[in-house]
């Protein structure tokens, strides 16, 4: 194989991270991005109104129930979720993060 065509050649990361053709998982992509190794933690995730919608459509009536109940997201470590219809429509979500801790002196 020529370089040209390793570098055309799909990772297997990249493969086991998107499914193409999958269903639609606005909860596994939110998360995904709100634990990202290179970002700071996550404090709250706001999402739009339609975007709440679609997650709450994807859980089954037990985490449904939690979600609505709580106002949390996520398993085993709980982020808040919040309604903000301010939000611009793409991507319709914010990951607000933790503010990064001050150096040490």
């Not at 499914?19 to 996550?42: K, M």
């Not at 979720?81 to 933790?98: K, N, Q, S, T, Y």
């Amino acid at each position: 194989m020529d370089e040209a065509t390793v570098s055309r050649e799909p990772s297997s990361d990249r493969n086991a991270q998107h499914r193409h053709w999958g269903r639609p998982d606005p909860v596994g992509d939110i998360l995904a991005i709100a634990w990202s190794p290179t970002a700071a933690e996550p404090r709250e995730i706001r999402v739009r109104p339609e975007v709440y919608h679609s997650i709450l459509a994807e859980l089954d009536a037990a985490e449904r129930a939690l979600v609505e109940e709580r106002g949390m997201l996520g398993s085993p470590i709980a982020i808040p979720l919040l309604v903000d219809a301010e939000l611009p429509l793409l991507p319709g979500f914010e990951i607000v993060r933790a503010r990064p801790h001050a150096a040490a002196a």
